[in-house]
């Protein structure tokens, strides 16, 4: 079965620019999603198809996918900002998610 | 308004049973990929099971053969069927739309989720 990678934490000052990574077998060749989730809340997705913004999702949330590496970028990081993100990909049949990145905004 | 709500959440033995029920309202829900995502305490999310339009269904090796996903389009609602739960089925289960056109395969769309403790 797919595997994707994120690293358990990322941390970011206030202002700057934060990147969350998903590493998987040629996830360049597949779309990937990313979502957050605050504490109590339900997932939202910011990201989808890669690089595209759903409606009422900031311009700051940004996304890439090449090669073996997705990436999530979140530029100018608000407090707000602080969740929980995992990517996604749909794979044979099955959904799969990320092992998620809880993001510190200092 | 697009939501879902879930219901029928609870504290069960090992072994045990337990039906949840998702209620879909503000959109043509019979033509949408519906799915069940949970998240454990302390983990990450894990996708449970979908169901398409046709009544198609598809698990992961961890729930296959325990869980059973169904829907009902008359009534806006699907359903997961849960038996032989064990401790590890122990998290918070959300319904999730899976979305159409440019948004397919992410899920769009989320209910707010109701916890399954497995607990003797």
């Known amino acids: 079965s797919y595997e994707m990678t994120q690293p358990l934490s990322v941390s970011v000052a206030l202002g700057q620019t934060a990147r969350i990574t998903c590493g998987g077998n040629n996830i360049g060749s597949k779309d990937v999603h990313w979502y957050q989730q605050k504490p109590g809340q339900a997932p939202v997705l910011v990201i989808y198809r890669n690089n595209n913004r759903p409606s009422g999702i900031p311009e700051r949330f940004s996304g890439s996918n090449s090669g073996n590496t997705a990436t999530l970028t979140i530029s100018r990081a608000q407090a707000g900002d602080e969740a929980d993100y995992y990517c996604?990909?749909?794979?044979?049949?099955?959904?799969?998610f990320g092992g998620g990145t809880k993001l510190t905004v200092l | 308004e697009v939501q879902l709500v879930e219901s029928g959440g609870g504290l069960v033995q090992p072994g045990g049973s337990l039906r949840l029920s998702c209620a879909a309202s503000?959109?043509?829900?019979?033509?949408?990929?519906m799915h069940w995502v949970r998240r454990p305490t302390g983990k990450g999310l894990e996708w449970v099971s979908s169901i398409g339009p046709a009544g198609d269904t598809y698990y992961p090796g961890s729930v296959k053969g325990r869980f059973t996903i169904s829907r009902e389009n008359a009534k806006n609602s699907f359903y997961l069927q849960m038996n032989s739960l064990r401790a590890g089925d122990t998290a918070v289960y959300y319904c999730?739309?899976?979305?159409?056109?440019?948004?397919?395969?992410?899920?769009?769309?989320w209910g707010q989720g109701t916890m399954v403790t497995i607990s003797s």
């Open positions: 996604q990909v749909w794979d044979s049949s099955t959904q799969v």
């Open positions: 503000g959109f043509a829900f019979r033509d949408y990929d």
């Open positions: 999730a739309r899976e979305g159409k056109g440019d948004y397919n395969d992410a899920f769009d769309i």
